[in-house]
Structure formats: structure tokens, C-alpha cells
């Protein structure tokens, strides 16, 4: 069955630096979503992607974030320079139709 | 904009009980309305969704959720708890409309099955 794939499984790294987190979607999907999960607390909707631009985005998503389709089959986010409170579960998910988000199996990030 | 009010953070069961996850939403719109289970270290799992036709969904794990309109309520039940089921679930809503339909969760509950 296909799935969503995330890596790493796992990212630290010190404050200030830059991360790349790396999604690749289901292959025959067109929406893509980036979401996250501070440690004891609810998942929040941070990006949506399609057509290759941001569809909508939240509060969250500050200049310090971006996302890209680099080629066919990844979907990257990047935080340029991580901050202790980044420090969360990431989730990409991706859509189908009809409305069902399929979701990876996450990258935890741990900002030191 | 939509919200999601899951009742109790923290439920337990006993083996063989009935399980009852409360959720309500709040949607100017239509809503599509899904359950989520995430077991510990793990990603999101669909359990089940309900967009259109049918109130009364099925799911996994025998899992069915009622959604009620007139009580903006979409609460999942199971008639029998198993330990596995032991887990955090997340109801969540979009909306129908545009192409976005990003989700907004609930703050979860934490299931807990004792024997």
C-alpha cells in the first residue's frame, strides 16, 4: 500500500541552525501539507501546498519557514534558523481525493 | 474558521467496555469530520472520516463514529475496548470548500484499557 515517507526519523540540532526536513508524498497525489506536534499538545496545521505554491498558510508559518517541490516526488520544509520552541513532532501529510489525508510517520525535531 | 472540542483529555475503559470519545466541532461550512489514532511514537492514523451520505460511519479496528448535525457532534464509540486500542485520538474537521482542506484537530484524548 503506498505510503508517505518522512526522513529523518529523527533531527537535533543547535539553535540558529538551518534544517530541511524531507517528505515524499504518495506519488499520485496533488495536495501536500506540512503539520506539527509540540510535545503534549494538539497537532497544528502549519502549510498546504498544490500546484506548486502555498495554498494557505497558518499563523505558525513565519518568514522563518519555507517549503519547496524540488523535483517530482520530495516536499521539503525548511526552518532557517530553529529556535528552541521548534523543537516538535513534523508531519507531512498528503491528499487524496475524497479528503482523506494520508500522514508520515513524522520527524521529531529537537532544538538544543 | 473551524474548531474542534474533544471532552476528556484522559478516558479508561476496562477490557470488554464500551468506548465513547466525545467530539465536537464548530464549522461555518459543511464540514468533512475524521478520527485520527496515533499509538505512542507513531504518525497519524486514519480510523475514520465521514464527508457525505451516511451519518453513521464504520472504521477500523470496529470503531463507528455518529455524525449529528443538530449537535454539531461526530463522537466515536467501539462496543467492545480491547488493549490495543489503548492510544491518542484525535478527532479533526475541514471544510468542503477550496482546494486547501486543511485539518484542525482536537486537543486528543488519551485512551487507557485496564483489564
Known amino acids: 500500500e503506498p505510503e508517505v515517507t518522512q526522513t529523518p526519523s529523527h533531527q537535533v540540532t543547535q539553535m540558529g541552525q538551518e534544517v530541511i526536513l524531507r517528505c515524499v508524498p504518495i506519488s499520485n497525489h496533488l495536495y501536500f501539507y506540512w503539520y506539527r506536534q509540540i510535545l503534549g499538545q494538539k497537532v497544528e496545521f502549519l502549510v498546504s501546498?498544490?500546484?506548486?505554491?502555498?495554498?494557505?498558510k497558518s499563523e505558525i508559518f513565519d518568514d522563518q519557514f519555507s517549503v519547496e517541490r524540488p523535483d517530482g516526488s520530495n516536499f521539503t520544509l525548511k526552518i532557517r534558523s530553529t529556535k528552541l520552541e521548534d523543537s516538535a513532532m513534523y508531519f507531512c501529510a498528503s491528499l487524496t481525493v475524497p479528503n482523506e489525508q494520508f500522514f508520515g510517520p513524522g520527524t521529531r525535531l529537537t532544538v538544543l | 474558521a473551524q474548531s474542534v472540542t474533544q471532552l476528556g483529555s484522559h478516558v479508561s475503559v476496562s477490557e470488554g467496555a464500551l468506548v465513547l470519545l466525545r467530539c465536537n466541532y464548530s464549522s461555518s461550512v459543511p464540514p468533512y469530520l475524521f478520527w485520527y489514532v496515533q499509538y505512542p511514537n507513531q504518525g497519524l492514523q486514519l480510523l475514520l472520516k465521514?464527508?457525505?451520505?451516511?451519518?453513521l460511519v464504520k472504521g477500523i479496528n470496529g470503531f463507528e463514529a455518529e455524525f449529528k448535525k443538530s449537535e454539531t457532534s461526530f463522537h466515536l464509540t467501539k462496543p467492545s475496548a480491547h488493549m490495543s486500542d489503548a492510544a491518542e485520538y484525535f478527532c479533526a474537521v475541514s471544510d468542503q470548500t477550496g482546494g486547501g482542506n486543511k485539518l484542525t484537530f482536537g486537543t486528543g484524548t488519551q485512551l487507557k484499557v485496564e483489564l
Open positions: 501546498f498544490y500546484n506548486n505554491e502555498i495554498s494557505e
Open positions: 465521514y464527508t457525505t451520505g451516511a451519518t
